[in-house]
């Protein structure tokens, strides 16, 4: 797979797992009476699990290329 093609893919799918996302968030909300019942907890569940995954792999990407920064490659 090139270049262009996981590009392409990054595009089209980071919208994609963001609906996905809302649609799972959505579902919680009317299927779960806890969900309901505690709103602001949820909410703040549901905004800080993408921003932590993000950032986890932000930083192990940084780690990597710091790595091979360091070791010549």
Known sequence: ???????????????LLGVLYCAFI??????S????????????IFVLAPSLISGT???????KARKQENLGL
């Open 1 to 15: 797979m090139d270049k262009d093609t996981k590009f392409a893919l990054l595009v089209m799918g980071i919208p």
């Open 26 to 31: 959505l579902a919680v909300m009317l299927s």
């Open 33 to 44: 009476e806890t969900a309901r019942q505690h709103p602001i907890i949820t909410g703040t």
């Open 57 to 63: 792999v932000w930083l192990r990407a940084s780690f």
